[in-house]
Structures are given as structure tokens and as C-alpha cells.
């Protein structure tokens, strides 16, 4: 089979969560959370803060004063042998959120990511800084490995699915497909609307073809929900697991079913 998942048993290079509130989180609620680096820190042991520069004139007379200064991001970290990312939970701006780039199972990443949200989010969360949405976005990657010469996109994609129209044949090894929506939840008593976007980048690396599905899934709350960690958490929990299942649906929608079933995309996590 001349594409190939990147990893054994699944194609996942990359799995994202992210918590969007309705309000900027403060200064003093980012410095509280860096001040309890000890809840996470045998999982995270990295901490990033970087400096943020504001440049500013003086006003003239009668025009509002300079807006505060930005609050910087915060991320912490922990690394593989090559030095490159492994886990991250990050706040910033008006969002939480935590990077997964050594998936295993759904089970135990989705786990380890909660947790670290709950832990994060029980420092800083309050009545009035409601969640807006939910998001989960998977990339995973297809490598070429059969000849150069060879190279047919035929071989990854699920052309029975009508998710691809007839006319979109790349011929080379340097393509593009994007494509997304709004779709309703009607009957559902959790978002009011989910987006579904699917990016299919293909890129040369280090001398080899691949192809990256970027699959985001965002879960949006007409009104928000409480900003308590109990309502925050059972949203959450509900949220994630109905993403992941729609995240198989789409993924199904572009990959032949031999690919399918060398990542096991439909059986149980």
C-alpha cells in the first residue's frame, strides 16, 4: 500500500483540545496559575512565559488614555528525546488549551488532557467568564512510501464518499483541499452549532510525499455555559467524547477503506 500511517496503529501526528471563555483571562488569574506550576509540574516541567512589548504614543488632549498593556501567554511543557514537544497546556487570551503530540489511545490522551484543563481552569474560572465553545482538531499523517515516480493520491483517497469532487485530480506531489461547515445539533441539549473543517495539505519532507488531514471540530453554546468547574467539566467531558466520534465520521469520509482499517478508525478506542 503505498501510503502509510505515521504511526503503527494510528495516523495521528497532532491531537489539540481548546476551551474558549467568554472574557480575557486576567493578569492576576495568568500569575495565579503560574504560581501552582506544582499541581502539573512532574507532567510539565517547562515553563514558558514569554515577554510582551507594547508600543504606545502619548495621547493628545482629549483622546482616551493607552489601553493596559497585553497579558502574556503562558505555556508549560514537556519534551520527547529529540527535543521536540510532547505534551502542552497553554492559557492565553481568552482560551485554554493543551497539545498532544505523542498520541496513544483515545482513552488515555483524552484522560490526561481533562485532567490538566480541570487542574488549570479550578484556578481561574468564575461565574461571570462563561465557556463559548469547545474545539478538538486531529492531524494526522499519510506518508508515500512506495516510488517517487508512482506517486497517486488515488491511493489515499475515499473517492466513493463524494466528500472529493470528480474534478480534483492532482497530478503532483504539492496539493491543497479545504473545505468546511456549520452544522445544527438539533435534539442535542449541549452546542448549538459545530464546525467542521477539513484541511488536506500535501507537502514534500525531508525527500518524502505526505499528506497532513488537519480535522477541526468546534462545538459552539448559544449563551454560554455557567462558568463553574462542575458545569465547565460535564460540558467538557460530553462535548469531547460527541467531537471525537464526529471526528472518525469525517476522517472516514476522505481515506480508502484499506487505510481505515490499518488505523482501526472504526473500532472502539
Not at 500500500?1 to 488569574?29: D, Q, T, Y
Request: negative net charge.
Amino acid at each position: 500500500m503505498p501510503f502509510s500511517p505515521i504511526g503503527e496503529r494510528h495516523a495521528i501526528e497532532e491531537v489539540v483540545f481548546v476551551l474558549a471563555f467568554s472574557r480575557n483571562f486576567s493578569g492576576s488569574e495568568i500569575d495565579r496559575v503560574v504560581e501552582r506550576h506544582d499541581l502539573w509540574r512532574l507532567d510539565l516541567p517547562k515553563l514558558m512565559r514569554p515577554q510582551v512589548f507594547q508600543f504606545s504614543f502619548l495621547p493628545e488632549s482629549g483622546e482616551e488614555a493607552a489601553p493596559p498593556p497585553p497579558v502574556a501567554p503562558v505555556a508549560f511543557q514537556s519534551f520527547k528525546r529529540d527535543g521536540s514537544i510532547d505534551w502542552q497546556l497553554k492559557i492565553e487570551g481568552n482560551s485554554v488549551s493543551v497539545n498532544c503530540l505523542s498520541y496513544s489511545r483515545w482513552n488515555v490522551v483524552s484522560r490526561q488532557a481533562k485532567n490538566l484543563l480541570e487542574k488549570l481552569l479550578g484556578l481561574v474560572l468564575d461565574q461571570d467568564n462563561k465557556m463559548q465553545s469547545v474545539t478538538l482538531q486531529y492531524i494526522d499523517t499519510f506518508v508515500w512510501s512506495g516510488d517517487e515516480s508512482e506517486y497517486d493520491v488515488e491511493a489515499l483517497f475515499n473517492r466513493n464518499s463524494g466528500f472529493f469532487p470528480d474534478k480534483f485530480r492532482p497530478s503532483g506531489k504539492l496539493w491543497h483541499f479545504h473545505q468546511g461547515e456549520f452544522a445544527g445539533c438539533e435534539g442535542s441539549n449541549l452546542p448549538q452549532r459545530i464546525l467542521q473543517r477539513i484541511h488536506l495539505d500535501a507537502v514534500v519532507l525531508e525527500g518524502r510525499p505526505i499528506v497532513r488531514v488537519d480535522t477541526t471540530l468546534r462545538a459552539e453554546f448559544s449563551g454560554g455555559v455557567e462558568g463553574s468547574i462542575e458545569a465547565v467539566r460535564s460540558t467538557t467531558h460530553q462535548t469531547l467524547e460527541l467531537l471525537h466520534s464526529k471526528n472518525k465520521e469525517l476522517l472516514s469520509l476522505v481515506i480508502t477503506d484499506d487505510l481505515q482499517q490499518r488505523i482501526s478508525l472504526n473500532r472502539e478506542s
